[in-house]
């Protein structure tokens, strides 16, 4: 019997990627995750083999990690930021236990820098209270629980992380949102949007709910929309903690 | 005119802090942390000048690490988990902006592995779908917006993390926020209790919405509470992320 890892990577450049996690990938024989992510740690592969997008759809393609590990593989199912957000810890586990016992393989998530703790050090402090991360992806949740939860996540005047903000599919999520949002939310209140925080191509820029969906927004951009305490200063968002200054 | 560098350090192993925030500690000439952090870090310590807890209250160290940067120090400001987490990012980044644009040192954020998904990964895959993240702690924040925090999140079925649930002074509040969350999402909801992820005196306990208060709960406690898909298998916890398996 082999092993299963699924791995957080984290936002994308190694120098964010835990030494846990590294090691796990160079002790690993065989990698499986989507093109992008295997392409961010191409230098780790060496000879390893290697089950990337393309081959077959998410479902597969941890099944078929999960065959290999029953075969005696060491298994690297990497993910990128923090693997348990969103990404392919839940799937791999939903599948694992509807093994029987006896033919398990052991399994090990670790956890990396999340996308949302990224995108945060980049646009300053603003996820330092209280904050709801919402992905606005309907593919595999309804459209109306999403909204839904924005609507309790800003009455209840929480900092708001949104993933998957819009895709070229799905262009007018985000206006909906922006829309709910602004029934309990100012104007005013400052918006962050991050995309590739880390990588190469990162850019940072920095609106308020009024106007943010002006801005270029696509499905690697993380959105971080502020309490009713965040301000801009410089080029710095920051939600106070509560500290009298 | 110095830096300053705030880092988040990780859930507590070295093993789970990045390579970027292992290079700015051993990097910077003046480190400053409460002592439980320093201590995590002490094999990087070397002849670092290090400005602990005990010798001045939060404001007044931040206050300090500014004031060795504008002297010309490299000062790292460390912080477990992720400094922009109820971390000390903010409180460095509202007092930096309150000097004038001219004396302020550098500043960079290096985002670490969150305590919220140390402990996720641990529990297995807790967060796979919308979270909210909630601070039990009444210090900095009114208790009443505390409370209506909870109640927003459970009606909107996110998974909820609590930090600080207990402290020696504050036993009831985590009682209060029990009995709010029972009026919205059902008793047997699996609720993860983790404490010290990934070091040495890690311990993790299962347990649902009407029991888990009579678990060992402390102030080093991170517990996450399922939404209404949320199951137990094996000694895992998992949000199932949507896919028809």
Not at 24 to 45: C, H, M, P, Q, R
Not at 112 to 141: E, Y
Not at 150 to 169: C, E, H, M, T
Request: proline share 4%; charged share 25%.
């Amino acid at each position: 019997m082999g092993k299963i890892t699924v791995i957080g990577i984290g936002p994308g450049s190694l120098e964010d990627m835990t030494p846990r996690a590294r090691k796990a990938i160079e002790k690993a024989d065989t990698i499986v995750g989507y093109n992008t992510y295997i392409k961010l740690i191409e230098s780790l592969l060496g000879e390893k083999a290697v089950i990337g997008t393309g081959m077959m759809q998410e479902i597969d393609r941890c099944t078929m990690a999960l065959r290999e590990a029953c075969d005696g593989h060491d298994v690297a199912v990497v993910s990128s930021g923090d693997a348990g957000v969103y990404g392919m810890a839940g799937l791999v586990l939903e599948l694992l236990m509807q093994e029987q016992p006896a033919i398990r393989p052991k399994i090990e998530i670790i956890p990396g820098v999340s996308a949302v703790n990224a995108a945060a050090a980049v646009l300053g402090a603003p996820l330092m209270h209280d904050f709801a991360v919402i992905s606005l992806s309907d593919l595999l949740t309804p459209w109306e629980l999403i909204k839904k939860r924005a609507a309790f996540a800003a009455q209840g005047d929480f900092v708001i992380s949104l993933y998957n903000p819009k895709s070229r599919k799905r262009v007018e999520h985000i206006e909906e949102i922006r829309e709910i949002l602004l029934k309990y939310k100012p104007g005013n209140t400052p918006v962050g949007i991050v995309r590739g925080a880390t990588r190469d191509d990162e850019s940072v820029t920095i609106s308020d709910l009024e106007n943010f969906t002006k801005e270029k927004i696509d499905m690697f951009s993380l959105v971080i929309i502020g309490n009713s305490n965040t301000y801009v200063k410089g080029n710095f968002m920051i939600t106070p903690r509560g500290y009298k200054l």
